[in-house]
Every structure is written in structure tokens, then in C-alpha cells.
């Protein structure tokens, strides 16, 4: 089992940053990937950043170029630097944790509580 916990959501004014965090527990020996996902209301969680253990990242169209994944120097925590944001980022974001094989995922991963973030007009 691995346990996540995210922090650093809040509220934002359209044009600014926030800094999210995730730090893994547990048997992180069996995970290798590390993300953030978020559901906006009415929506489908999304994806909106991933990280690999040997730092190859991916991220989803609507937030490249501002948005910036990393993870720490343990590595268990990845961190998501969202510059520029916008009243459509507005969701909860959930970091996820990973199995991954070359392409493909194995297991249904695990999932943090998510945290809010909003951003306002």
C-alpha cells in the first residue's frame, strides 16, 4: 500500500501561481511514476501532469508552458508549479501513484484525498 498527501491548494486570482505537493508513504518501492489529476464539477478527472523515476514528464495540452512538474530530491514528493492560471484550472487535484511498465500502467495506481483549487475571474 502507498499512502499520498497533497497540499498547497487555495484560492487565486486568474494570472497567478500556486505550488502543489505530494508526498508518498508506504511501499513506494513498487511505485515508479508520480502525477496530478484533476476533476473540475460536471467534469471527468483529467490528466494533468505526470513524472517518471527517471524524470520523463508528460503533460496534457491545456496546461504546457505553464504548468511545471518536478519531483523532490526523495523520491517520494512531486511538487506542481502552476504559473498563469486560469478560472478554467479550477478543479480538485488529485496526486496519483503509479505502476508503470513501459507504456503500460499496471494496477489501478493510488489516489490522494485531492485538494482544492480555485481560481477566480
Known amino acids: 500500500q502507498v499512502q499520498l498527501v497533497e497540499s498547497g491548494g487555495g484560492l487565486v486570482q486568474a494570472g497567478g501561481s500556486l505550488r502543489l505537493s505530494c508526498t508518498a508513504s508506504?511501499?513506494?518501492?513498487?511505485?515508479?511514476?508520480l502525477g496530478w489529476y484533476r476533476q473540475a464539477p460536471g467534469k471527468q478527472r483529467e490528466l494533468v501532469a505526470t513524472?517518471?523515476?527517471?524524470?520523463?514528464?508528460n503533460y496534457s495540452d491545456s496546461v504546457k508552458g505553464r504548468f511545471t512538474i518536478s519531483r523532490g530530491t526523495a523520491k517520494n514528493t512531486v511538487s506542481l508549479q502552476m504559473n498563469s492560471l486560469k478560472p478554467e484550472d479550477t478543479a480538485v487535484y488529485y496526486c496519483k501513484a503509479d505502476r508503470q511498465m513501459g507504456t503500460l500502467i499496471i494496477g489501478p495506481g493510488y489516489w490522494g484525498q485531492g485538494t482544492q483549487v480555485t481560481v477566480s475571474s
Open positions: 513524472i517518471t523515476v527517471n524524470d520523463i514528464t
Open positions: 508506504g511501499n513506494i518501492d513498487s511505485i515508479n511514476r
